[in-house]
């Protein structure tokens, strides 16, 4: 920290700051990047009545929005149907 200090002054460090801002890069970026893949390819293959992914859902240290009881419930009866008609196996995602 002390050489950056020595070879970069304030106000270059705040530049760089806002252009991370602007264009962020970095291994958030990249994960972000793989999120979006990911996400396509899961709502690819997904299931009639299972709902569309999000890059979020594979955003491995994002803060999570938090579901509301009726999503949850909502997702809960989908499992329990495809569990009932075969499609899915217990405790098997």
């Known amino acids: 920290m002390a050489a950056l200090q020595q070879r970069m002054t304030s106000l270059e460090f705040s530049e760089w700051l806002a252009y991370a801002q602007l264009e962020p890069f970095g291994e958030e970026r990249g994960d972000l990047r793989a999120a979006i893949v990911a996400s396509v390819m899961a709502n690819r293959w997904r299931g009639k009545n299972e709902r569309p992914t999000t890059p979020m859902d594979f955003m491995p240290y994002a803060k999570k929005r938090q579901q ?10 989908s499992i329990l149907s495809e569990v ?3 499609k899915r196996r217990p405790g098997k995602d």
């Open 68 to 77: 509301s009881p009726e999503e949850i419930k909502a997702e809960l009866r």
């Open 84 to 86: 009932t008609r075969g």
